[in-house]
């Protein structure tokens, strides 16, 4: 409608909506195959179009696939026509079909305008590995030969930056305990004197193109479908 931000994006189509006031509206819905045990990295760009910058009037949204809510719900940024992507990792099991849903959890009647674009599921490779750490307080004679895992001695606490010798497209550091982030490819570790850890990385590359039919909605409206009620009523000339 007329209160909702020119915004563009790849020079391309997309698709935009004025949010409704009930949970678990679905905003965009399709079903593709997909292979049985596998991980797959479901995502998509969004933007606020709204006018409104306010915090509750913001859209948010929450993924869901084969009927059951997938990750936290998240809120995306107050600046129009700046588009995030937004993601989630999906471990498929015994399914063959995955029915994507883009679910718009805002509840408030005022704002909640966005637009989505480059919805798309990819299948992952993912490798592992594991680094282990210890710091100890020092000792007057101490020799180790360190192949891979590292020994600190230090009385006080100790960081240690974690890396990759290759790039991911997702990262999934375990534990979570004293690491900056566990999504990152070089988080920071910090650790107490006389303590140790192991930690485990699992590292996932894209393999496949993008499984979802028209995600960038170039073919416009196919291949999805939607709560929201289509109307062309007082669109601004885009």
């Not at 993924?63 to 997938?70: A, D, E, P, R, T």
């Not at 680094?131 to 307080?137: A, C, D, E, P, Q």
Request: aromatic share 12%; net charge negative; hydrophobic share 30%.
């Amino acid at each position: 409608h007329s209160l909702m931000e020119p915004c563009t994006h790849n020079n391309g189509m997309f698709f935009m909506a004025n949010g409704d006031s009930i949970a678990n509206t679905i905003a965009y819905q399709t079903t593709i195959t997909i292979q049985p045990n596998t991980y797959y990295a479901v995502s998509f760009e969004t933007t606020n179009i709204s006018m409104s910058t306010v915090a509750d009037e913001l859209p948010s949204f929450q993924f869901s696939i084969n009927n059951n809510q997938l990750g936290n719900i998240f809120t995306i940024p107050d600046t129009q026509c700046q588009w995030n992507t937004f993601y989630q990792i999906w471990f498929s099991g015994n399914n063959t079909t995955a029915t994507i849903k883009i679910l718009n959890q805002n509840t408030h009647n005022g704002g909640n305008d966005f637009a989505i674009d480059n919805v798309s599921m990819k299948k992952l490779c993912v490798a592992y590995d594991t680094i282990n750490i210890s710091v100890f307080s020092p000792t007057t004679c101490q020799i180790h030969i360190i192949p891979n895992d590292t020994i600190i001695y230090s009385n006080s606490s100790v960081q240690v930056q974690l890396n990759t010798d290759i790039p991911a497209d997702y990262y999934a550091w375990k534990p979570n305990s004293n690491i900056t982030d566990t999504t990152l490819r070089n988080p920071v570790v910090t650790l107490a004197p006389n303590s140790s850890n192991q930690y485990t990385l699992q590292a996932m590359y894209e393999e496949d193109s993008n499984l979802v039919p028209n995600g960038d909605f170039e073919q416009g409206n196919t291949g999805f479908t939607t709560d929201l009620l289509y109307s062309t009523l007082n669109c601004p000339p885009y």
